[in-house]
């Protein structure tokens, strides 16, 4: 039988989700410097013609 006062084992899920939040993060900013570089170099594309 489980005591009432007894915590739950949630570690591993907390672990898990900050993973996710911040992997998804990570993602994000490596898209927009991507971003970034493309307009970048689309900007001097148009500056040459």
Do not use: C, W
Not at 23 to 36: D, E, K, N, P, Q
């Amino acid at each position: 039988m489980f005591s009432p006062l007894a915590t739950a084992d949630t570690l591993n899920y907390m672990i898990a989700g900050y993973a996710v939040i911040f992997g998804a993060m990570l993602g994000y900013v490596v898209s927009l410097i991507i971003r970034y570089h493309k307009a970048k170099q689309e900007l001097s594309n148009l500056e040459e013609l």
